[in-house]
């Protein structure tokens, strides 16, 4: 019996240590309220408008949550996101006025769909990406560094009505670096040239056949 009892108090302990140390490292504090310097291993939510006019860090393991509502603005300004940080765009808005996001090693971005507007650059170093499969960045966001994805998607740098999808294909090309380059089935109307370099493979959904809005032509596959 006391064995038992012992074993149950030992028990008790180790969860309420965990307990407890899990609700320190989830904290989530208001971003749109905080005027201090962000901390490691804590999430911050964006619910109002903030702006960044000075550069500022996202320490490790720190997280964003840019929530509806919510407004991220990099104004002239630079977030260093190290190594083990994550954006969450979760539909808010992300702004880039003439900023930039340098996302370090072991990063991560996630966008609900939500494009990232205006004009700046993102940098990426090994940083994983989820998106859904249409517009995420704006055509005057440049996208640049190593990727670590499944495959890219033209659909990440334009809008679907697109009448010349040669900017959106090579741009999807410079992200994934190598690798696979997915159109889903559709048509793709081509006005420039697209530079497919070595290591690229530009890969075509086949599908049902169905009436495409293209000049009524019956297609079952991705035309370019």
Request: hydrophobic residues 40%.
């Amino acid at each position: 019996m006391t064995k038992i009892i012992v074993k149950i108090i030992v028990i008790l302990a180790i969860a309420t240590f965990t307990s407890a140390h899990a609700s320190t490292t989830s904290q989530i504090l208001n971003l749109s309220e905080l005027n201090e310097t962000m901390v490691a291993e804590t999430s911050y939510k964006v619910t109002s408008t903030k702006r960044f006019t000075q550069n500022n860090v996202l320490p490790e393991g720190a997280s964003i949550y840019i929530m509806p509502g919510g407004q991220l603005t990099l104004s002239g300004a630079t977030l260093k996101c190290l190594q083990g940080s994550s954006i969450y765009v979760m539909g808010g808005e992300l702004l880039l006025d003439k900023g930039h996001i340098a996302l370090a090693e072991n990063t991560h971005m996630s966008l609900d769909g939500s494009i990232i507007d205006g004009t700046g650059s993102i940098t990426a170093n090994k940083t994983t990406l989820s998106a859904p499969i249409r517009q995420i960045f704006a055509q005057s966001i440049q996208v640049k560094g190593k990727w670590i994805i499944d495959k890219a998607f033209p659909q990440w740098f334009t809008e679907s009505k697109t009448i010349d999808w040669s900017t959106a294909i090579n741009k999807a090309i410079v992200m994934k670096g190598a690798g696979e380059v997915f159109l889903p089935r559709g048509v793709y109307p081509i006005a420039h040239t697209l530079y497919v370099h070595y290591g690229i493979k530009l890969v075509g959904e086949p599908g049902r056949k169905e009436k495409s809005t293209y000049r009524g032509y019956d297609h079952n596959c991705t035309i370019l």
